[in-house]
């Protein structure tokens, strides 16, 4: 566990400020982690319903993320914990790991449909929705740069992959409503506010001046 607490760090942290692609290693090396612990026919107790749903409604609670099994507790830290942090670095790294989530699930399923079945692969398709909201989120974020909005876009299309018949109409509304309307869906994927375009252009103009400094 302290490994996988290591790796949680290095999101948003000085080294993925050197080099974002790291992040993106690190969020393979938590997919492996939470899908090596799924084999098909396993049974974890946890703290789930009688229904077998996992309800991860309100705030971020570091009890229930504790007893979570590794499946439930990556994506959890994730989307509960890591994309509302404070800090930009860590929010725009969780584009990155999140895609290694998501796209470990899609490869699965595209190789072998049974495969579908593993813990790990469930738990991503059962907070389909949750996972991506939060690509359509970082997608607008205004300082999320070039890697980031890349793993966006290719975790939207893991998340269109994964989708069965029951999600893929909600998402296909949210996906139009985040791209296709001239209204703000809770800050646009595709449009930014003047308020945020500055923001954007002003955090590009301080790193590259802030790149010429140190260079």
């Excluded at 959890?76 to 914990?81: E, G, T």
């Excluded at 800090?87 to 699965?108: D, E, Q």
């Excluded at 907070?127 to 974020?141: G, S």
Aim: glycine share 6%.
């Amino acid at each position: 566990l302290q490994c996988v607490d290591a790796l949680f760090q290095i999101l948003g942290s000085s080294a993925f400020r050197k080099d974002p692609e790291i992040a993106l290693m690190t969020g393979e090396a938590l997919a492996s982690y939470a899908d090596a612990f799924s084999p098909n026919g396993v049974v974890w107790t946890s703290v789930e319903g009688s229904s077998g749903v996992s309800d991860w409604s309100g705030d971020f609670n570091e009890d229930l993320a504790n007893e979570l099994p590794p499946h439930q507790q990556v994506l959890y830290l994730l989307l509960k914990r890591e994309l509302n942090a404070s800090s930009p670095h860590k929010r725009t790294a969780c584009a990155t790991a999140l895609l290694a989530l998501a796209g470990r699930a899609a490869r699965s399923v595209n190789r072998d449909s049974s495969l579908a079945r593993r813990l790990f692969v469930k738990e991503i398709i059962q907070h389909l929705r949750e996972v991506q909201l939060a690509f359509i989120t970082l997608l607008a974020f205004p300082k999320s740069k070039q890697l980031a909005r890349e793993s966006c876009c290719l975790g939207l299309a893991a998340c269109q992959g994964l989708a069965n018949s029951t999600v893929l109409n909600d998402l296909n509304d949210r996906l139009l409503n985040a791209f296709g309307q001239t209204t703000n869906y809770g800050g646009s994927a595709m449009m930014e506010s003047r308020e945020q375009n500055a923001a954007r252009r002003a955090h590009e103009t301080d790193s590259a001046s802030a790149s010429l400094t140190e260079s």
